[in-house]
């Protein structure tokens, strides 16, 4: 694990961003990270498609939850 600089605008973005998702600000940073790292894997994705795809890889069954 390392230390990551970030401006000091930005931090306070994923601090409020952070509290609306109920995540720590590290998970929230580590969160728009990842999500960053995919769409640039994989640019002609939509962030709906990124997410949906994350979803499947862990195997959770969104349409099961929304039934319930």
Do not use: Y
Not at 3 to 18: G, M, Y
Not at 22 to 36: D, P, T, V
Not at 41 to 52: E, Q
Request: aromatic share 4%; charged share 25%; with cysteine.
């Amino acid at each position: 694990m390392g230390i990551v600089k970030i401006d000091d605008d930005l931090h306070e973005e994923i601090r409020r961003a952070s509290t609306v998702m109920c995540r720590s600000i590290n998970a929230q940073a580590e969160f728009w990270m990842k999500i960053g790292m995919l769409a640039e894997a994989s640019p002609t994705s939509s962030f709906n498609d990124i997410l949906k795809m994350q979803l499947e890889a862990a195997q959770v069954r969104v349409a099961d939850v929304a039934a319930a």
